[in-house]
């Protein structure tokens, strides 16, 4: 399989997705220039990707995309009916200038969605039908032996949809040795207009590397952390999971997930593979008063049953 990255972001899910189904399926990166290279560039996270020009993009076999946005739009047209197109959340294509939705082409390309809530919301608003699959995850290897001393982080992107102004508002409930840790690419807006009144330069320990094992200055962020809180909430979206939740569990970590994520799907049960909150107080409370190691330990064990899904998905 050859995988077609026609998108500029180099963080975040999209970013996580190819990097892990090219590890799990041995496939090539790609991506469109103004000219064909034969040097490979750094993707990230110990892989490399080649630029081509879009006539020799498409020439290579069995090609899916991996990911889109605006900036490659004018491309489209260049693929064959039936080409795997991944569509990550229903954000991708609620812009009504998008030639997938203004031109139709949708329904020109296999569509591949990687949560149920997905599936759904293209069935229902488009009706066209998709292959949902779970999101692959390679089981990278853990070599680092220093790490950091966490009790509480947050490793997602720090953007509109991922609520860390709840995260902290919990800090401010939370005594000093309990509260969150946010690492993370900022979106500087969002800081700016939600999180700057609420002290975030206090608890933002920067962004981390982009490598296999979540990491800062060559310490484990994971190794050692007790939870991960990800309170994601996107519309029409939801119940399946991210690349922060496998992290996490992969880790040994207790996840925390907002409410109306979980309720969106049956994936995620509340005090079975994961801990639920929808605001402040709610998390403030779980981490002041936690569960039992032992229920704590039940959880992690059943959270694996999840990552398991997502390595055997592509091999």
């Known amino acids: 399989m050859n995988l077609i990255f026609m998108a500029k972001p180099i963080y975040g899910g999209w970013v996580n997705f190819s990097v892990h189904l090219s590890l799990l399926n041995n496939s090539n990166i790609y991506k469109i220039g103004?000219?064909?290279?034969?040097?490979?560039?750094?993707?990230?996270?110990?892989?490399?990707?080649?630029?081509?020009?879009?006539?020799?993009?498409?020439?290579?076999?069995?090609?899916?995309?991996?990911?889109l946005d605006k900036h490659y739009y004018q491309f489209l047209n260049y693929f064959k009916p039936g080409t795997k197109l991944v569509i990550h959340d229903p954000t991708e294509i609620k812009n009504k200038d998008n030639p997938l939705i203004k031109d139709e082409l949708l329904k020109t390309f296999d569509i591949i969605t990687i949560r149920k809530t997905v599936q759904q919301f293209i069935k229902e608003t488009y009706n066209i039908e998709s292959t949902f699959i779970y999101h692959p995850f390679y089981k990278y290897e853990r070599p680092i032996q220093e790490y950091t001393d966490n009790f509480a982080i947050s490793i997602s992107?720090?953007?509109?949809?991922?609520?860390?102004?709840?995260?902290?508002?919990?800090?401010?409930?939370?005594?000093?040795?309990?509260?969150?840790?946010?690492y993370g690419k900022e979106n500087r807006l969002y800081v700016h207009h939600k999180l700057k009144i609420l002290d975030f330069e206090t608890y933002w320990e920067g962004k981390y590397s982009k490598e296999l094992q979540i990491n800062k200055d060559?310490?484990?962020?994971?190794?050692?952390?007790?939870?991960?809180?990800?309170?994601?909430?996107?519309?029409?979206d939801g119940g399946g999971t991210q690349y922060t939740f496998l992290d996490a569990i992969y880790n040994d970590c207790v996840l925390i997930l907002h409410e109306n994520w979980i309720n969106r799907g049956t994936l995620f049960i509340n005090g079975y593979n994961c801990i639920s909150v929808k605001n402040e107080q709610d998390l403030s409370n779980v981490l002041s008063n936690e569960l039992p190691d032992e229920d704590l330990n039940k959880i992690i064990v059943n959270s694996k049953k999840i990552l398991d899904l997502c390595h055997l998905c592509f091999i």
């Open 34 to 67: 103004k000219r064909s290279e034969k040097k490979k560039r750094n993707f990230g996270f110990e892989l490399e990707y080649q630029n081509l020009t879009i006539e020799d993009i498409i020439k290579l076999d069995d090609i899916m995309i991996v990911a």
């Open 157 to 182: 992107r720090i953007d509109f949809d991922k609520n860390i102004d709840i995260i902290l508002k919990a800090n401010k409930l939370l005594p000093e040795n309990k509260c969150i840790k946010i």
């Open 218 to 236: 060559g310490k484990d962020l994971l190794k050692k952390t007790k939870y991960v809180i990800d309170l994601s909430t996107i519309k029409n």
